[in-house]
């Protein structure tokens, strides 16, 4: 296991610098657009809001902090040839040149996130992860990265997702570990520590039940591409606020919040008395978060209840709720508020995802 790092939040950051209202005004929050051997990879929880670990490419290995993702297919850090970008000069940069085990791949690569976009050239090398040597992986060296990059506290992102929804149908870094038998089986598991603890890990081709309660409830995927399965509702108090008559949610790990539709995200906020400030922050008071209600999510037949405890977070003067909206984007995002509550297995072969109660 390698030792954790620990950053501040890019919120942190812009506000330490006064930059948060300006940026938030140019920047509205808009999450849609976006072993043989175990390794087990640990990630630094950065304040709750990114869980990112380190990883190398190249002979000799260069280190690369990277957001393990499971909404994004692809592998790209930063490289040399990103001069302009000021996201580029504060993180590290791969240099090819310098790697006798690096071969270029001719392609350009482009990848939309919900905030921004990486553009860059892909290129091959043996990439390193919680110990398993990945020969030969396909991966991006950006040569421009969007602003909002340049507060990220990780240099790159490591996609988990699907290749049907890889730029340029890049094989990803876990399919790779299975073809190449790095792996003892074709699954890899996430738990998220809350509170800045440390603890949050990945591992590939296996299970830690030290870090779950209870039985695991398997949830067929309803399509390959995201981790996509059914949801059935979500109810508060037995109410059914969102999500009638059911609706796609997607498991990311490289989305803080719970996001979905304007109105369904308006009427949950709305049930557990919050309010929306202009920046679309859901505000409550601190002093309420013993009285609000549980809200519960139904996949697949199974129901998954969040309380106050894990929806709500405080910063320094205030209380926000991880409901988010996500616009008339009809696709839920279950991000790390709830994988925070349930210890998430991820099933390439069977193509299921399991969950169990976080310990």
Known sequence: IMPLMKGKTARERLMERGKWDEYRRKHPYSPMAKFMQTGTEPMTNDADLSYYGVISIGTPPQSFSVIFDTGSSNLWVP??????????????????????????????????????????????????????????????????????????????????????????????????????????????????????????????????????????????????TYWQINMDSVTINGQTVACSGGCQAIIDTGTSLIVGPNTDINNINSWVGASVNQYGEAIVNCQNIQSMPDVTFSLNGSSFTVPASAYVSQSSNSCSTGFGQGGTEPLWILGDVFIREYYAIFDTQTQYIGLAKSV
């Open 79 to 224: 490289s040399v040839y990103c001069t302009s970008s000021t996201a580029c000069q504060n993180h590290n940069q791969f240099n090819p040149s310098k790697s006798s085990t690096f071969t270029w791949g001719g392609q350009s690569l482009s990848i939309q996130y919900g905030t921004g976009s990486m553009n860059g050239y892909l290129g091959s090398d043996n990439v390193e992860v919680g110990g398993i040597t990945v020969k030969n992986q396909v991966f991006g060296l950006s040569q421009s990265e969007a602003d909002f990059m340049a507060e990220m506290a990780a240099d790159g992102i490591l996609g988990l997702a699907f290749q049907s929804i890889a730029s340029d149908n890049v094989m990803p870094v876990f399919k790779n570990m299975v073809s190449q038998s790095l792996v003892a089986q074709p699954l890899f598991s996430v738990y998220l520590s809350s509170n800045d603890q440390q603890g949050s890990e990945v591992i590939f081709g296996g299970v830690d039940s030290t870090h779950y309660t209870g039985s695991i409830t398997w949830i067929p995927l309803s399509s390959a």
